[in-house]
Nanobody
Framework: QVQLVESGGGLVQAGASLRISCAAS????????VGWFRQPPGKEREFVAG????????HYGDSMRGRSTISRDNAANTVYLQMNSLKPVDTAVYYC??????????????????WGQGTQVTVSS
């Protein structure tokens, strides 16, 4: 079992930056690809970014491409999402998920084995 806990969310103003974290426990995260997803209020979940097991491959969704960077520190069992130039439309609950695979980055959300509880990010105008 892998437990994922997101942190770092909060209320920020438009244009600000925020880094959210996904910390794993139970097993090493280095055997997993990790994705970040978000669910805005009243909308469906969408893919934000994903990273393979060692960080040398990343994949971004359309919503935050060019404004976000996903990274990981396997020694710390943590994956990060740096978000810049935040907009009110980025307001959502952000979730991380782990997929027991080394290289494939799934952007559908259907293949992940574990999910965190989410962290709220609210961007005010």
């Amino acid at each position: 079992q892998v437990q994922l806990v997101e942190s770092g969310g909060g209320l920020v103003q438009a244009g600000a930056s925020l880094r959210i974290s996904c910390a794993a426990s139970g097993r090493t995260l280095s055997a997993y690809a990790v994705g970040w997803f978000r669910q805005p209020p009243g909308k469906e979940r969408e893919f934000v970014a994903g990273i393979n097991w060692n960080g040398d491959t990343t994949h971004y969704g359309d919503s935050m491409r060019g404004r976000s960077t996903i990274s990981r520190d396997n020694a710390a069992n943590t994956v990060y999402l740096q978000m810049n130039s935040l907009k009110p439309v980025d307001t959502a609950v952000y979730y991380c998920a782990a997929h027991f695979v080394l290289t494939t980055i799934d952007d559908t959300g259907l293949k992940y084995d574990y999910w965190g509880q989410g962290t709220q990010v609210t961007v005010s105008s």
